[in-house]
């Protein structure tokens, strides 16, 4: 594997699913592999769970970590081809992403979607740039149209939580105040196409994701129809694809609530709005998987980590 | 001990008091005790000596640390309860705590007040949501009405500096010109009442702490008759707690001079303003203590941390 | 070496730079140098070159690093000599240094030129702050009037690439939109005259750098004059230095381009403006040691800490 920027980057996710839940019973097992390596995380946005869990597989693996907030503490990059940089840009993405690969031997990046032009934001050009000139791999911490090590955590917690050998999977759009990306969504629906389950995507009309993404998948207009008989209910917002960015719906009628989530097991990637995106009861009772989505993070950017560095050494 | 989220946490003065002068002597002597060990330290208010002293102190004990700027670097919190977050917070604070408590062993927080409202400072939301949710550990680095760590700190200073078994020890308000918080006051006044000393505040009037925590306290509003044979005098400015977050006076007679210092050591927390809380041939004079309290934050943090992880094991 | 605050606190740059180089077959040969050690880096600018190759150069030598923003994530510093501090600043260096001095071994210090006041600029206060009150060793890592981290780095640079006992090196001034501080060419400069080397200084009138520093250098106002047979040409802008701060001139007739660098390979510290300061096919040519510059601040970093761990133990 030369990168990890997005979840079709996994060979075989049963095998992958299997060799991260190894990894978890005994995480410092490989902690000579990372010996003498470090990783670089390099942050255009804010993040909690990702900045934590990604610096601690990290150091389960015996890697040094150096991280920058590069918004704030780095120059303001350039990635257009040919331009006079007399403006407000003072690096050139060429030379961002050669020299840091000078200083680490994996970067991690994290860089939204900005949702005010879906050309740019579907160029990911932060992410694709160090990927083009970077001499080294590049793991993607969530990008404008995809959040892979969240999805591949998703789906090692699916395994766990399973009891089915064909689950019923259920992705529900919920309100939101704010205009949120799609990445999560992206990379949640790419997984389930590599899962061997019964998988339907529920949400208000006009909130279709990209159809190369969601193509070969059923679309399910009406949420209490889909949610019949699911194992598993990953709820999340998303503004919307066709009309970009705009949020078209605050229909609280879309909250997941108890009452609608029946028996299945609860999903979310967090940060989440309660009582909004999902009532109290839900986060708080038995069903709710969100706390082992956050701990198996750790494990998805850990399994990840160890196999660059496998290909690296 | 479960947390360490003030100074009465501290179940023997004088033992805590020995035990971290003998870690003193030789730092990474329980280099062992923290090693497959995360401490996660989360700042939601600046820190100079808090953030670098309460590192060394894990790093002296063998423990991996993870440093956040919550404020700038992750997401707006939610403390109430049922709320229905439609506003400006991202984040519940019992998402915040479980998820953090996932990736790390120990969570270190710093969370001034805010001085609008008492009560709401009072109810210290974010150290006391920590202390409520998280499933590991939280340890005070300043909170809104105590700094623990500064005050055991200030314990173990005395204890080396002091030539006397009852050593008479005065905290004399100075003149700021902003408002301060009242925590390193607080969590002074609670140590002191766990000393064996004479112990005396001075302060204008109106500058009455909270009676709950000086219940029992000598209060003199003579400055000059309260520093008389004092042997040790902390300094510090707060701003009044009746006339909650108010600065009543300003007044530049209540300044520490080497003239009313006499023979005593002169204490502090810093940052100090020379000159206006206390005048420059004081902090440059060798009855100054305040690079040796400076110091003793290390072992201060380092004999909490130490002790918790002990209970971990 | 008491601290390494200029390039003239090297005792002999020959001796130096062969031991960089040595450094750099095998950097982790000396990794129980610093075992123990701690080397805070206090940064008042930002950074992305100097941020991950001083702390990797740390990380080769087994040292812990520590890392603050002290602009937002630590107390405003007052500089004044006997100052009321009763206004913006809450902490004093004096404070400020001797207390992080208890909190690590070494301290390096990033702090530029504001370019408003030549005096103050000059003055250094927050390097020689720093220096003046720690006690412990301070590097500077880019500070109002110098850059020798860099300069170091560029020394050993020009040695790997050299093909003569004495090359031809120039330094050319290239247009920028924006006022640049002077600190980088100057340590350029003074690096240069502790070089054996034919050294030509070429940039528009009213550019002249600090006499003090180009004192026995040539200059020449001809730039194609003075790149007639270089062997290396190190681009560089900087704003005026008799008419503090300004930018004078945006002439492009200055930008360096490959016709004009003709076989002189080509040497910047980065970041650099694309087709202001150098044209494309410059940087993306195989003439360009802007990588090789970038690795080698590592070892640059590397050697200059390594000699001053060594006069501590």
């Known amino acids: 594997m030369k990168h990890y920027l997005s979840i079709n980057d996994i060979d075989s996710l049963p095998v992958w699913v299997d060799e991260a839940i190894t990894l978890k019973k005994d995480p410092y097992q490989f902690k000579e592999l990372g010996k003498q390596k470090t990783i670089c995380l390099l942050f255009f946005n804010n993040s909690l769970r ?33 331009t006079l940089m007399d403006q407000g840009t003072s690096e050139h993405i060429k030379e961002a992403a050669r020299v840091v690969s000078e200083y680490c031997d994996i970067i991690a990046i994290r860089a939204f979607a900005g949702l005010k032009d879906k050309a740019k934001d579907e160029a990911e050009e932060v992410l694709n740039g160090f990927a083009k000139y970077a001499s080294i791999p590049v793991v993607n911490m969530e990008s404008s149209v995809g959040h892979p090590l969240q999805a591949f955590a998703d789906a090692i917690t699916i395994a766990e939580h399973g009891t089915k050998s064909k689950p019923k999977v259920v992705l529900s759009w919920a309100p939101h105040p704010k205009a949120l990306p799609h990445a999560v969504a992206n990379s949640f629906v790419e997984m389930m196409k590599l899962q061997d389950a019964e998988f339907v995507i529920t949400h208000p009309e006009g909130y279709e994701l990209n159809h190369e ?47 609608k989530l029946g028996k299945a097991k609860f999903m979310h990637c967090l940060p989440v709005r309660r009582n909004i995106v999902v009532e109290d009861a839900v986060l708080d009772g038995n069903q709710s998987l969100v706390l082992d989505q956050a701990n198996n993070r750790v494990f998805s950017a850990q399994l990840v980590l160890k196999k660059l560095l496998e290909d690296i050494k």
Chains 1, 2, 3 share one sequence.
């Not at 990702?50 to 120059?75: C, D, P, Y």
């Not at 679309?219 to 194992?231: F, G, P, R, V, W």
């Open 50 to 82: 990702t900045r934590l869990s990604t610096q601690k597989a990290a150091i389960h693996l015996g890697m040094e970590v150096m991280i920058m907030n590069f918004g704030s503490e780095g120059w303001a990059l350039e990635f257009g081809d040919g």
């Open 213 to 259: 993404i969601t193509k070969g998948c059923k679309i399910e207009y009406n949420q209490k129809k889909a949610l019949e008989n699911a194992d598993f209910v990953y709820v999340k917002n998303w503004s919307s694809y066709t009309d970009y960015g705009k949020v078209l719906s605050k229909d609280l009628d879309w909250t997941m609530t108890q009452e």
